[in-house]
């Protein structure tokens, strides 16, 4: 029940396209859903997070898309770009006594010139 | 500035050795964390602390122990090294057991 499911794992997309990457929860407890970002020797870095009052949240180039009903969130790229080439992970907790969260597979994305 | 800076950021051993990891944070947050990123690039939780209190304790090998000396430091040791051991280590901080959390850069811990 702890698990989030992350997939694609591996995505490629063209220059300009849309990149589209789901999870799934299964614990009705979790209430905080990030998404990292993470380069090459390099540690996740926090792209957007969502909280399940809101069904999506927009920054930038970057929106999540939220269903609490099937206890599913996404991560969209508009206009995708070569420098968004990166390993993806979704990522879920519960508020309360930790933060423990708890990480999705990841997804490499390759964004083609 | 480096908001969390871990050191070494390289670590070659060898099996049975005893080594440590070191973390600071420049963020003035109360909570730190460590994580274990495989081969597969899969991140799991090990530990955390608040305000220098243990927090998270997953099922990790007590040969694993982290030490809180003051907010701004999370360290880790590990005895006893094993070929499972090599990973990525990664810390991390924030500003309270509720908010975002800042990673540094890993440990790169290789067993020979």
């Known amino acids: 029940q702890q698990q989030v499911k992350q997939s694609p794992q591996s995505l490629i997309v063209q220059k300009g396209g849309i990149s589209i990457i789901n999870c799934a929860y299964e614990n009705t407890a979790f209430d905080y859903f990030p998404w990292y970002q993470q380069f090459p020797g390099k540690g996740p870095a926090l792209l957007i997070a969502i909280r399940p009052d809101v069904s999506e949240k927009k920054e930038g180039r970057f929106t999540i898309s939220f269903n609490k009903s099937a206890k599913q969130f996404s991560l969209h790229i508009m206009d995708s770009q070569p420098g968004d080439s990166a390993t993806y992970f979704c990522?879920?907790?519960?508020?309360?006594?930790?933060?423990?969260?708890?990480f999705g597979t990841g997804t490499l994305l390759a964004v083609q010139p | 500035d480096t908001a969390v800076s871990q050191t070494p950021k390289y670590l070659v051993t060898q099996m049975g050795n005893d080594k440590s990891i070191k973390c600071e944070q420049n963020?003035?947050?109360?909570?730190m964390y460590w994580y274990k990123q495989d081969s597969k690039k899969f991140l799991k939780i090990m530990f955390s602390y608040n305000n220098k209190e243990l927090i998270i304790n997953e099922t990790v090998p007590n040969r694993f122990s982290p030490k809180s000396p003051d907010k701004a430091h999370l360290n880790l040791h590990i005895n006893s090294l094993e070929l499972g051991d090599s990973a990525v280590y990664f810390c991390a901080s924030s500003q309270d057991k509720n908010q975002p959390q800042h990673f540094g850069d890993g440990t790169r811990l290789s067993i020979l």
């Open positions: 963020l003035g947050h109360d909570t």
């Open positions: 990522a879920a907790s519960s508020s309360g006594a930790t933060n423990k969260l708890i």
